[in-house]
Nanobody, 125 residues
Framework: QVHLVESGGGLVQTGGSLRLSCAASGGTLSDYTMGWFRQAPGKEREAVAVISYHTTTTYYLRSVKGRFTVSRDNGNNMAFLQMNNLEPEDSAVYYC??????????????????WGQGTQVTVSS
């Protein structure tokens, strides 16, 4: 069982950048596909970016493609989400999650067994 802790959220102006980190403990990160999700008030949780265990395959939500970059450092049990050119619509609580089925890039939150506690990202206009 892996324990996930996000960090790096905060308040930023439109056009700014943030880098979210996800630290894993109690397990080996390379055993999992890693996903980043977000949930804004009154909205469903959505997959923003997903990265395969071997780092070579990624998925991005259309609205963040070209602005966000997902990465991971399996050796240090870390995953990252670099967010550039942020927009107010990106404001949400961001979560990292781990899926033990490494054959897929799942986008449904029900496919992920382990979740971090979330970190707030607020983009001011």
């Amino acid at each position: 069982q892996v324990h996930l802790v996000e960090s790096g959220g905060g308040l930023v102006q439109t056009g700014g950048s943030l880098r979210l980190s996800c630290a894993a403990s109690g397990g080996t990160l390379s055993d999992y596909t890693m996903g980043w999700f977000r949930q804004a008030p009154g909205k469903e949780r959505e997959a923003v970016a997903v990265i395969s265990y071997h780092t070579t395959t990624t998925y991005y939500l259309r609205s963040v493609k070209g602005r966000f970059t997902v990465s991971r450092d399996n050796g240090n049990n870390m995953a990252f989400l670099q967010m550039n050119n942020l927009e107010p619509e990106d404001s949400a609580v961001y979560y990292c999650a781990a899926d033990s089925d490494r054959s897929r890039l799942a986008r449904s939150e029900s496919d992920y067994e382990f979740w971090g506690q979330g970190t707030q990202v607020t983009v001011s206009s």
